[in-house]
């Protein structure tokens, strides 16, 4: 999805949640970084193991072994700085160099980069459930089969609910443990960002300072699962991309809203995910190798042909590998973390179905426009998580982040997680400032095209 005043009483929850403290689960001698050695092609930068809990509870026994690369400048003048990556389901250690290299090296300059498969992810940890990589990839909304679901379900078994965000912010502290520092910098893209809130919540003397790049809001609702912020950021974003010179002179958000209507539920899907795909090539929804804007408006007046192309390219470039972006992982965390119209991983599966239906038929049409209900509840967020097994769901802490130095940045043009959940997450960041990246879309720091958020990063850490 892309998070004060419980940051104390929610670190004592995490503690009663996951059976004790971190450093319970660890060994005397606490946590270490093993077998280091240098990354592959990464030059700078060294690979090593941490060992963890398979369940910080106790009540699993097992460990897991996650890949953790860290920058050579161990004497770093301003510390380490934790960069968590998005999905869930996409790991980090094979990016560590491009990021810090390539995107921020004067923010690199003085600090410490440390990156991390998270648990599930990864060359050698990702979670494989065949069918749903082939029908979702990397993809949060295309619609998977109850077949693609069930045999994920069971490949996982028992394991599904230790691959939850609470475990991860666990793993997190260990790895803080391990490399010797009393607080770090914690700076998360899209789920990244979910993951750097909660770890701010549980641990909140252990951060320095906390970036927050393409927000996912912490604190999970039903209508998040629903999407329903999304879908309507569809008219305001195409509006304000249409609106560019040369302006458009038609309504896209008009002609997406008649679109999906004539086309139907399942086309009404794949439409919604390949616009949210489509921001991460393109902008401006404007391109003339693509323009999903003329496409959907020669589609309205009566002519399919470009937009069925971009459909179908579009649903191409979600396809992924495991080590990658791992839908197995998706599935596992998402289904324990969110909230849904049927209530949370622990509501069982029997009522589901109704009290979904429920939330359907009560949806004006202004919550969805210009989608449709049906899409809301067809689009992969729901069906994902509607047929997953009972289960144990994670912590959802509500109010404020905790009192330490945030920054918030969101492009205007983002669908995956949109400038109104980087709102929302603001207004409850007591030392949040918000920098809105005009004409921009998902994951700045990465993928800007100017320089202006990266800049804004650069300042904060500076201060």
């Known amino acids: 999805m892309g998070r004060k005043l419980l940051a104390t009483g929610f670190a004592l ?96 300059k003085d600090h410490r980069f440390v990156m991390l498969d998270q648990r599930g992810t990864g060359e050698f940890g990702a979670l494989r459930c065949p069918g749903l990589q082939t029908q979702m990839g990397s993809s949060n909304i295309a619609t998977p089969t109850r077949e693609a679901v069930a045999e994920c379900a069971n490949l996982l078994g028992d394991r599904a609910p230790l691959y939850s965000t609470d475990q991860t912010v666990a793993d997190l502290d260990l790895l803080r443990q391990a490399l010797g520092v009393r607080k770090m910098v914690v700076d998360g893209v899209s789920y990244g960002s979910f993951t750097a809130a909660r770890y701010a919540i549980a641990h909140p003397r252990n951060v320095r300072k906390l970036v927050l790049d393409s927000v996912l809001p912490h604190h999970a609702t039903s209508a998040d699962s629903l999407y329903l912020v999304g879908l309507r950021a569809n008219a305001r974003v195409l509006r304000d991309a249409c609106a560019a010179p040369p302006a458009c002179g038609y309504d896209p958000a008009e002609d997406l809203a008649q679109v999906v209507r004539q086309r139907g539920v399942a086309d009404g899907v794949r439409i919604f995910d390949a616009m949210v795909t489509y921001e991460f090539f393109d902008p401006t929804y404007r391109d003339p190798r693509g323009d999903i804007i003329g496409a959907v408006h020669a589609a309205r007046g009566g002519d399919p042909t470009r937009l069925n192309k971009l459909l179908e390219k579009l649903a191409g470039a979600n396809r992924a590998a495991p080590a990658d972006y791992s839908s197995g992982l998706q599935a596992g965390t998402l289904c324990a973390d969110m909230r849904f119209p049927w209530g949370s991983a622990s509501t069982p599966a029997e009522v589901r179905q109704a ?42 802490p509500a109010g404020h982040l905790p009192d330490v130095p945030t920054l918030l940045l969101n492009g205007d043009r983002d669908l995956s997680t949109p400038l109104e959940w980087a709102e929302r997450e603001a207004d409850v960041a007591p030392r949040g400032e918000l920098v809105v990246v005009k004409g921009e879309s998902h994951s700045i720091q990465n993928r800007e095209r100017g320089h202006a958020g990266r800049e804004a990063v650069i300042k904060f850490l500076a201060g």
């Open 13 to 108: 929850l995490l503690t009663v949640a996951l059976g004790g403290t971190a450093a319970a689960s660890t060994t005397p001698a606490g946590p270490r970084l093993e077998n280091p050695h240098p990354c592959p092609a990464q030059p700078g930068f060294t690979c090593s193991t941490l060992t963890v809990p398979l369940d910080h509870t106790g009540r699993v026994p097992g460990t897991l072994d996650l890949q953790v690369a860290t920058a050579d400048n161990v004497t770093a003048p301003k510390g380490v700085l934790l960069f968590l990556v998005g999905g869930p389901g996409q790991g980090g250690v094979s990016h560590i160099k491009d990021l810090a290299v390539g995107k921020l090296p004067e923010v690199a």
């Open 355 to 396: 009290r979904l239906d429920r939330t359907e038929a009560r949806l004006p049409e202004q919550a969805t426009w210009p989608y449709t209900s049906q899409v809301a509840v067809t689009q992969g967020f729901i069906q994902l998580c509607l047929p997953w097994p009972a289960e144990h769901a994670s912590s959802n």
